[in-house]
């Protein structure tokens, strides 16, 4: 036996309680992608107007008629907030505001007065531009996660063109005043595409949650806490994989008596003094330039290209810097130094192991001639 159109919403209503659940049962695991709680909050307004519109379509009455369609709009807005949260990383409810408060009042309004059948024309008109607006959204981000995003961008468009096209359908047979909740081919249409388009846009969704929090898993692991500089093994991954091209510079820094710093004036000192050096650091990275901290008080720098009268210019004013650096502490100013050892590679083979140990020797040399001086390795043979 086929199911009516009440009994597909109902069937489309309790399939949203079990993707509110999914969605919120899955922020309560993380808490770390506030982007889901958002979208579960918009599919439970979303899921209030389905029940709401089923009764109406089953008894029309004023309080159905004006739920389902006030939550509907309150709920499409409360996505296009999620979609902007999404890209932007923050949530502006404010911006939606003004612009959902005047939807609100001249399409309730205009029904409340009798004439739903204007209301509904006008509803459905909002709901498509704010599925297309959330299409927008998306598509805007969609660097992130091109085939997903793209994905969930088709079935924005495709679901809010059956709001159009239902509005298209009621405008050529124009009745301001209908009287209970409109019925034609397009409604059935638009109702088949909510269907696939509702569970499409929801596994989307979490896939996209889960995709941005692996992503983000994989960044934490690669990422040193303190300095966000890469981290030891996110180095070597970058470049212990393959040959180094002749012309590579490997910038190797050790702050000089780090140890008596944190013995002195502690650990949350000896942070701070980390954090500088890194500002030091960084200052001087250019494009396709890596930087890392390898471990304590130790950190490199890689330049794919670079001459070694280069790589010592750019060695000594990072230690000048890091040099001209005060920190005040309770126990009076405290000032860093640091000692560098410079490789470059030559000859047709390298790696960067072999890169590294010439900038430790280097560097070995900078410490025992006094330290706070910068040493290039003298010649890198070919490996």
Not at 117 to 122: A, E, K, L, T
Not at 190 to 197: E, F, N, T, Y
Not at 245 to 251: H, K, N, Q
Request: glycine residues 8%; neutral net charge; charged residues 15%.
């Amino acid at each position: 036996m086929a199911l009516d159109y009440n009994s597909l919403l109902l069937a489309i209503g309790f399939s949203g309680i079990c993707l509110v659940m999914t969605m919120l049962g899955s922020w309560a695991v993380t808490r770390s992608e506030n982007t889901l709680l958002t979208w579960g909050i918009g599919a439970i307004v979303t899921v209030v107007s389905i029940f709401a519109y089923s009764s109406y379509v089953w008894k029309p009455t004023l309080f159905a008629g004006t739920l389902a369609i006030s939550s509907l709009i309150v709920a499409i807005a409360i996505l296009f907030a999620a979609a902007r949260q999404f890209r932007s990383g923050i949530l502006r409810i404010s911006d939606i505001i003004p612009i959902t408060l005047l939807t609100l009042v001249v399409i309730v309004g205009t029904f409340a007065v009798g004439y739903d059948g204007v209301s509904f024309i006008m509803f459905n008109l909002a709901i498509g531009i704010s599925m297309w607006g959330c299409a927008a959204e998306y598509w805007r981000a969609r660097a992130e996660a091109p085939a997903v995003i793209c994905g969930l961008s088709v079935l924005y468009t495709i679901t809010g063109a059956s709001f159009f096209l239902c509005a298209f359908v009621l405008i050529q047979d124009f009745r301001p005043v209908l009287g209970h909740a409109p019925q034609n081919w397009a409604e059935d249409l638009s109702l088949a595409i909510v269907i696939g388009g509702m569970s499409g846009i929801g596994a989307l969704s979490l896939s996209l949650h889960y995709s941005r929090l692996a992503r983000r898993h994989r960044t934490e692991a690669r990422t040193d806490p303190l300095t966000g500089l890469l981290n030891r093994r996110a180095f070597f991954e970058a470049h212990g994989r393959y040959a180094v091209a002749p012309g590579s510079a490997v910038l190797l820094f050790d702050l000089d008596n780090f140890k008596a710093i944190n013995d002195r004036y502690g650990h949350a000192v000896g942070d701070m003094v980390l954090n500088i050096f890194t500002e030091e650091l960084t200052a001087l990275r250019h494009t396709g330039d890596c930087c890392a901290r390898l471990g304590g008080e130790e950190f490199v720098m890689f330049k794919a290209t670079c001459l070694p009268e280069q790589a010592q210019s750019i060695a000594e004013q990072i230690r000048k810097g890091f040099a001209g650096r005060i920190v005040e502490t309770e126990k009076g100013l405290l000032r860093g130094t640091v000692s560098v050892g410079i490789a470059i590679a030559t000859g047709t083979r390298s790696d960067i192991d072999t890169l590294l140990r010439e900038a430790d020797h280097a560097l070995y040399d900078a410490k025992n001639t006094g330290r706070d001086r910068v040493v290039v390795s003298s010649y890198l043979q070919a490996v």
